[in-house]
């Protein structure tokens, strides 16, 4: 998705608004830009398409020197991926700007600036925007005043950042719907959509809200506004992870590494948050123990692999603490006429916490008379964590592959945290609590001993290279882990795949299955592993051919046309954890055996922060 760079500096920015860009790549984009203030007072421009480098290409031969611009990677909503369509867009040669977002009411807009003789030089929705301020600007020279006059005629989410040749080392940035940071140096003053962006030139960030307006000026000087234009002051918060986060280290990719990291984040997930014998409520917040004992229903919303974390809670929760769960995509929650039952406790899953569907379905939630809202989120500061009412962090660290790995595993921690918490107020059987509480110290441990599988998982993933379709199959609770591991299959290797409960096979995908589909299946040791071993002989008796992680407990063996890869031995609840590693690795190295782009795959963004 977009990203967004700024910098009033007492330098040359190029070289930082650049850095900050690459630092963006990850949520995917088609082409990258930037405009910088000249010190002759001249805004110039550069602008490609493809990948950074590409820009970094062009300013090599054509550098821009200046103390202050903004920067921009496009991911294509309005128009198709070009130079022309890439951000800054101008308005003249004086004026430019950089929008994350989509602004709604940009036809009608586009309409009013054209009969007025405003020349459009895109296809896209920015482009009013950057009209109107000029228009605005026209009237009274002051920035600042031309970009809120502008946002009240703006309907649609947005962050902006505009430059002004006529206002030299100013940058007015806004959000409403898009996330949008300021990051407080020495002297010096950065915006961006995303902190990682500018972790290289500080830690120090000021988190915009929903309607400010800031005005970025020389000498570090930032000014913000509200949404009724009065002056606030925003705290200044310091950036909690390391910047290491933001570099592959010795792995090939973010991806590999961010699986490989799996054993020390959930480690981080459950750290502080385990009594000896239960889980410590209290770590939910000062509130939660009166609030949880109050819980009797819970609505889960989230979108993607979050989605998946929240279908597997719901296995949990119902067994666990006795509550009834419903879970829902958020997109289509937030347009159906919901039924929020007495004592309802709402649950939105993100990994960035940006995610546009989910934080429109935690605004329409709360009209409707939840008792709560809790979100399970890995970034700290992100809208989501602001503006719910309870919040359990991930603890995950900045995730950089498009495609989610550690964010997964450590959500469903973080999930098994909530159904102990609230099966312990809800008198959850002592020894059960227990039990699970150990087995929860042991399985950082175990994720260790399921990567170094890896090699096997690897010589698996040959068989892949050349198939067209695959079939992941799961029972229970790791039905959605076989969705999980279809999503991933596809989103990174461009293989077709389709996940199935696999008692439903016989109904229709049977129809599916010859020598040419390999069908994966996740095979723990639970009370319906006699069901799943009949399922897959309904599988291997039309030609089949079957990739089964098995609990080494199980007994399952290698035959013709089965191919069994044992994991270590794990409680049962705490399987569809433990399963979904080897899924990753799959999937990691079927992509690179095909080549693709593993961190950044085609048509998909980090952070989907458009509807
Ligand atoms: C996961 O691999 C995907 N890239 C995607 O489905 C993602 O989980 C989804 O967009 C939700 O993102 P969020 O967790 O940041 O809200």
Avoid at 23 to 52: C, F, H, N, T, W
Avoid at 535 to 556: I, K, P, S, T, Y
Avoid at 582 to 607: C, E, F, M, W
Wanted: charged share 25%; with cysteine; aromatic share 6%.
């Amino acid at each position: 998705m977009c990203g967004i760079v700024g910098a009033v500096a007492e330098r040359n920015v190029e070289g930082i608004l650049l850095e900050g860009l690459k630092r963006l790549e990850y949520r995917g984009y088609d082409s990258a830009g930037m405009a910088i203030q000249s010190p002759e007072g001249v805004l110039q421009r550069r602008r490609a398409v493809g990948k950074v480098a590409a820009l970094e290409e062009r300013l090599a031969a054509e550098p821009l020197p200046g103390r202050c611009g903004i920067a921009h990677t496009r991911w294509a909503t309005h128009g198709r991926p070009s130079e022309a369509n890439a951000h800054p867009h101008q308005s003249g040669e004086r004026l430019a700007v950089v929008h994350n977002g989509i602004i709604e009411n940009h036809e009608a807009l586009r309409r009013e600036l054209v009969a007025e003789g405003y020349r459009f030089d895109s296809e896209t929705d920015t482009e009013v925007v950057a009209h109107l301020v000029a228009r605005e600007l026209g009237r009274d020279g002051d920035l600042l005043a031309a970009v809120q006059r502008t946002l009240a005629r703006l309907d649609g989410a947005y962050a902006l950042g505009v430059v002004s040749a006529d206002e030299p080392d100013v940058i007015v940035g806004a959000r409403k719907g898009s996330p949008l940071v300021v990051g407080v140096g020495i002297g010096e003053a950065f915006l961006g959509s995303d902190p990682l962006a500018l972790l290289q030139v500080t830690d120090r960030f000021l988190y915009l809200r929903e309607g400010d307006v800031v005005r970025l000026s020389a000498g570090g000087r930032i000014e913000v506004l509200d949404a009724a234009g009065t002056p606030v002051e925003r705290e200044v918060q310091t950036f909690e992870h390391g910047d290491g986060a933001a570099s592959k280290g010795d792995y090939r990719h973010f991806m590999l590494k961010e699986i490989h990291e799996q054993p020390a984040v959930i480690a981080a997930a459950l750290e502080g948050r385990l009594g000896e014998r239960s889980v410590l409520v209290e770590s939910f917040g000062p509130e939660a123990e009166v609030l949880f004992r109050q819980v009797r229903q819970i609505h889960i919303v989230a979108c993607g692999t979050s989605y998946h974390a929240g279908m597997v809670a719901r296995y949990w929760l119902e067994r666990f603490a006795g509550v009834p769960v419903q879970v829902e995509v958020a997109s289509e929650y937030r347009y159906r006429q919901v039924v929020v039952p007495e004592g309802t406790l709402f649950v939105t899953l993100s990994q960035s916490g940006e995610t546009a569907d989910t934080l429109a379905a935690l605004r329409f939630a709360r009209e409707r008379g939840y008792l709560a809202s809790l979100a399970i989120c890995n970034v700290p500061g992100s809208s989501l964590v602001r503006e719910s009412d309870l919040t359990l962090m991930t603890q995950a660290g900045p995730e950089i592959g498009v495609a989610s790995t550690k964010a997964f595993t450590t959500q469903l921690t973080a999930l098994m945290l909530l159904t102990l918490a609230l099966g312990r107020v809800r008198g959850l059987d002592e020894a059960v609590q227990a039990d699970l509480v150990a087995a929860l110290r042991g399985l950082p441990g175990l994720v260790e001993r399921v990567l170094a599988l890896d090699p096997e998982i690897e010589a698996l993933s040959m068989a892949f290279a050349e198939k067209h379709h695959a079939l992941f199959l799961g029972r229970g609770a790791h039905f959605p882990i076989a969705l999980e591991g279809a999503l991933k299959l596809k989103e990174i290797s461009y293989i077709h795949a389709e996940a199935y409960p696999a008692g439903e096979l016989k109904h229709g995908p049977l129809a599916l299955v010859d020598s040419e589909m390999p069908v994966i299946s996740v095979a723990p040791n639970d009370e319906l592993l006699d069901k799943l071993k009949s399922n897959l002989q309904e599988v291997r008796a039309r030609g089949g051919v079957l990739f089964v992680f098995a609990d080494e407990q199980v007994g399952m063996a290698e035959e013709e046309g089965v191919h069994v890869l044992h994991l270590p031995h794990v409680h049962e609840a705490l399987a569809p954890i433990l399963y979904t590693l080897p899924l990753q690795l799959l999937s990691y190295h079927v992509a690179v055996l095909k080549g693709t782009d593993v961190d950044q795959p085609r048509n998909l963004a980090k952070s989907v922060t458009v509807e």
